[in-house]
């Protein structure tokens, strides 16, 4: 009777104990935590302090789980256009355009996935990888880190960080298998430069003692791109937020209590450091902290990587025709959640246009005042011209831009903005200066509106002959005829105020405008 009586309290404990509140996803996400996560459902619906009841009967997934309804999946490729010649039919076209771009592509990662070293006990080590070793994952790890002692070099985008046996664990390993996926070597695209060396240890690494250090929290090895460019960086944020979903097989699969190792001994520094807060509440680690040490990772992942063949987003083929896809929105929200992002309140039904103005020496618009008072003539619209530099907080960034239904700006990195426009928003690249696919590709993934400057003789090169290398259109500072602006801003107008997302946004304020005047 005690024995019941304990286990009773025990159990209303564990219920008890749940702390609801580090799901820490956007409210439109948490149906899709808890149909992967059953277990934590039914602590919800036994918690009176749970305060996510109202999610718990939505019938949905996000798509790569083996059993997803294509009907119930977070979102579904919008294909109106023609994919000239792609494919041989529309399902196709869709299916296609979800594989490369969406949810679809975590799945085909997941179908992948191989035991690389199979363990036999619990205290085993393990490791699985997808093809190519784009993205493995692992338990009970060993990393040796004592060689870096005798390096002096910088490291960054080496593929000789480690050598032979520096990487291992208690397992038994398919050698054969994982020399046959070392088939893309370079330091962005895999992570074979680092798992073709590892080996089968003749010991536990971790119960029987072979470890300076031992990490007791869930760790992400990040091999980063370009941290001074939005573009590249946010191609590792982007893939980091993927990772996570391809290791979703634990409650905490979204916990922030994790660890990131930047596989650099380089000290981290970026405009865009912010963003990190929505993956870790721990500093980030670099090679310098791990070096001449033994280290074991209870667990440890290798994330998808920035410049893999037929990656996301940098070297993704989107098929032509189709846009919107449900990981990058997603994404976008996940980060605009965790980062508190505030969605200013509207005063008016005005269309908002942000104007990004360059401070660089090339790609400027010398003309960019008499533009936006071409623009100012339009009562309904309200227009603020932005500098994105050192002197504005990243975060602040992105608040300026979350708030917009309009973004524009010249071919650059800031462009990357994009991702955080709403869904009913257009992005005008005033010039894409000869990088056509850029950031049209980039705003079909997102699910917005391209617009881009059409007719050449409307637009003035100015060219100081300073610059003499390629990509010549890059390095040159132009100007823009105020009309023929004007009639692209317009198009951009009407797209939004067609929008049926912003029309309903807008009913909403005249709803909520009426009810404070009563």
């Known amino acids: 009777m005690s024995t019941v009586l304990i286990l009773t309290v025990l159990f209303v404990q564990a219920y008890c104990d749940t702390n609801f509140t580090t799901i820490n996803l956007p409210d439109e996400h948490i149906p899709y935590y808890f149909r992967n996560f059953p277990k934590m459902?039914?602590?919800?619906?036994?918690?009176?302090?749970?305060p996510y009841k109202s999610y718990l009967n939505e019938d949905v997934c996000w798509g790569y789980e083996y059993d997803c309804e294509w009907e119930k999946q977070y979102s579904k490729p919008n294909c109106p256009g023609d994919h000239k010649g792609w494919v041989k039919t529309k399902a196709a076209q869709e299916s296609t355009f979800y594989t490369q771009a969406d949810f679809g592509?975590?799945?085909?990662?997941?179908?992948?996935?191989?035991?690389?070293?199979?363990?036999?006990?619990?205290?085993?080590?393990?490791?699985?990888?997808?093809?190519?070793?784009?993205?493995?994952?692992?338990?009970n790890i060993m990393i040796n880190f004592t060689k870096l002692m005798n390096r002096d070099e910088p490291i960054r985008y080496k593929m000789d960080v480690l050598g032979e046996g520096?990487?291992?664990?208690?397992?038994?390993?398919?050698?054969?298998?994982?020399?046959?996926?070392?088939?893309h070597i370079s330091p962005l695209q895999s992570w074979g430069p680092e798992l073709r060396y590892f080996k089968r240890l003749d010991h536990r690494p971790?119960?029987?003692?072979?470890?300076?250090?031992?990490?007791?929290k869930p760790t992400f090895l990040m091999?980063?791109?370009?941290?001074?460019?939005?573009y590249h960086h946010f191609c590792d944020f982007l893939n980091l937020y993927a990772s996570l979903h391809l290791n979703a097989t634990q409650e905490d699969a979204f916990s922030t209590d994790t660890h990131v190792l930047i596989w650099e001994t380089y000290n981290y520094r970026s405009a865009f450091q912010a963003t990190w807060e929505a993956f870790t509440d721990n500093d980030l680690w670099d090679l310098k902290t791990f070096r001449g040490d033994v280290v074991c990772f209870k667990n440890v992942v290798f994330p998808l990587l920035p410049r893999m063949i037929f990656g996301l987003y940098y070297n993704t083929p989107v098929i032509y025709g189709c846009e919107k896809s449900g990981l990058f929105d997603a994404f976008s929200k996940h980060i605009l959640h965790r980062l508190k992002i505030s969605e200013y309140k509207r005063k008016n039904k005005k269309v908002r246009i942000t104007f990004l103005s360059r401070t660089t020496k090339y790609r400027r618009i010398l003309n960019e005042i008499e533009l936006i008072n071409a623009l100012g003539k339009n009562d309904n619209l309200e227009i603020q011209r932005v500098v994105y530099?050192?002197?504005?907080?990243?975060?602040?960034?992105?608040?300026?831009?979350?708030?917009?239904d309009i973004f524009i700006g010249i071919h650059g990195a800031g462009l990357t903005h994009l991702l955080f426009l709403p869904e009913w928003a257009a992005i005008f690249e005033i010039y894409n200066c000869e990088d056509n696919n850029c950031y049209f590709d980039l705003a079909r993934l997102k699910g917005i509106k391209y617009i881009t400057w059409e007719d050449i003789n409307k637009l003035t090169i100015i060219d100081d002959g300073s610059y003499s290398g390629g990509a010549h259109a890059k390095f040159v500072n132009y100007k823009f005829d105020p009309?023929?602006?004007?009639?692209?801003?317009?198009?951009?107008?009407?797209?939004?105020?067609n929008h049926p997302k912003f029309q309903e946004y807008i009913k909403y304020i005249d709803i909520v405008k009426h009810h404070e005047e009563l």
Not at 173 to 181: R, V
Not at 491 to 497: G, T
């Open 166 to 183: 520096d990487i291992g664990g208690y397992c038994d390993l398919k050698k054969e298998w994982l020399t046959e996926q070392c088939d």
């Open 223 to 230: 091999k980063i791109d370009a941290t001074v460019n939005m």
């Open 389 to 404: 530099g050192k002197d504005m907080p990243f975060k602040k960034q992105l608040e300026l831009t979350r708030n917009s």
């Open 206 to 216: 971790i119960v029987e003692g072979h470890c300076d250090i031992v990490i007791e």
């Open 483 to 497: 009309e023929e602006f004007v009639k692209l801003v317009n198009r951009a107008v009407e797209y939004v105020n």
């Open 105 to 139: 592509y975590i799945k085909q990662q997941l179908r992948e996935l191989k035991v690389v070293c199979e363990p036999l006990f619990p205290h085993d080590s393990s490791l699985e990888c997808s093809e190519h070793l784009r993205f493995c994952r692992g338990r």
């Open 41 to 50: 459902a039914g602590k919800c619906l036994n918690d009176d302090k749970c």
